[in-house]
């Protein structure tokens, strides 16, 4: 069984920074996809980013591209979430997940969030 924990988060102004990290436990990081969805107050779960096994590949949703930057550390079971120039409508719930089989279209395994809020 793998847990996730992601940390991170917090209040910050437009056009601020922030860096979320998610530390996996009970499975060979190495194996997994990566990847970040956030949920706003009454929007459905989107996709963020993921990464590939080996952070080769990263791809992103249209909205935050040039803004926020995957990577992930196999050494410390940790991926991080770079967020940069964030607006408002970045504010959400973020969320990591794992998929242990390769896929980048399903996720095994989930954290329990991270708030982030970006003020106007």
């Known amino acids: 069984q793998v847990q996730l924990v992601e940390s991170g988060g917090g209040l910050v102004q437009a056009g601020g920074s922030l860096r979320l990290s998610c530390a996996a436990s009970?499975?060979?990081?190495?194996?997994?996809?990566m990847a970040w969805f956030r949920q706003a107050p009454g929007k459905e779960r989107e996709f963020v980013t993921l990464?590939?096994?080996?952070?080769?590949?990263?791809t992103y949703h249209n909205s935050v591209k040039g803004r926020f930057t995957i990577s992930r550390d196999n050494t410390k079971n940790t991926v991080y979430l770079q967020m940069n120039s964030l607006k408002p409508e970045d504010t959400a719930a973020y969320y990591c997940?794992?998929?242990?089989?390769?896929?980048?279209?399903?996720?095994?395994?989930w954290g329990q969030g991270t708030q982030v809020t970006v003020s106007s």
């Open positions: 997940a794992a998929n242990a089989k390769g896929s980048y279209s399903s996720y095994d395994y």
């Open positions: 009970g499975g060979t990081f190495s194996n997994y996809v």
């Open positions: 990464i590939s096994r080996s952070g080769a590949y990263t």
